[in-house]
T-cell receptor, first 115, second 112 residues
């Protein structure tokens, strides 16, 4: 089946640090990639949708200058959490989709802890 | 009204039981439907797509009712390993920017 790789799995860093998370589709071309955040015992929350070669579309309430998304190729998207603070600590998950009506496939997620 | 609604559960059933979940959606133009499962502290994994004619994969059966705008998931002969949160996913599918909507999930716990 389709494989999406997300890296790193865990990040623990000091407040004020910027953290970059990579999401790669390994065996298919991801026309669209999605970034989610999930707090404990809560639902997935879509942060932004990105299509290769164009600017990401952010959900309401998500700061685009805080969460920088780059989708430079059909197999790679990155999310950079700039100047992270403890309230940014969460489980960040990417997903990728090829054709329009195909399911999304998720990366393993990145657990981010800001001290 | 939420775009996709699921009973949050938890459903607590004995091993071997049959359990069914429903999920309703509000956008009648929705084109694609999926069930995912998410284990605690893990990413969602695709369980199965849902087709108009209904489809089965082993112990799992998914059905779509467009008239009533709901999809269902039936799990037969449940196993301990079926314990997870089951997410209903609906996609309008008419453009690359179509927003995929996740239900909030139904928690299932299978007891020995």
């Amino acid at each position: 089946g389709a494989v999406v790789s997300q890296h790193p799995s865990w990040v623990i860093c000091k407040s004020g640090t910027s953290v970059k998370i990579e999401c790669r589709s390994l065996d298919f071309q991801a026309t669209t990639m999605f970034w989610y955040r999930q707090f404990p015992k809560q639902s997935l929350m879509l942060m932004a949708t990105s299509n290769e070669g164009s600017k990401a579309t952010y959900e309401q309430g998500v700061e685009k200058d805080k969460f920088l998304i780059n989708h430079a190729s059909l197999t790679l998207s990155t999310l950079t959490v700039t100047s992270a603070h403890p309230e940014d600590s969460s489980f960040y998950i990417c997903s990728a989709r090829g054709d329009l009506n195909q399911p999304q496939h998720f990366g393993d997620g990145t657990r981010l802890s800001i001290l | 009204r939420k775009e996709v609604e699921q009973d949050p559960g938890p459903f607590n059933v004995p091993e071997g039981a049959t359990v069914a979940f429903n999920c309703t959606y509000s956008n009648s133009a929705s084109q694609s439907f999926f069930w995912y499962r998410q284990d605690c502290r893990k990413e969602p994994k695709l369980l199965m797509s849902v087709y108009s004619s209904g489809n089965e994969d082993g112990r799992f059966t998914a059905q779509l009712n467009r008239a009533s705008q709901y999809i269902s998931l039936l799990i037969r002969d449940s196993k301990l390993s079926d314990s997870a949160t089951y997410l209903c996913v609906v996609s309008p599918g008419y453009s690359s920017a179509s927003k995929i909507i996740f239900g909030s999930g139904t928690r299932l716990s299978i007891r020995p």
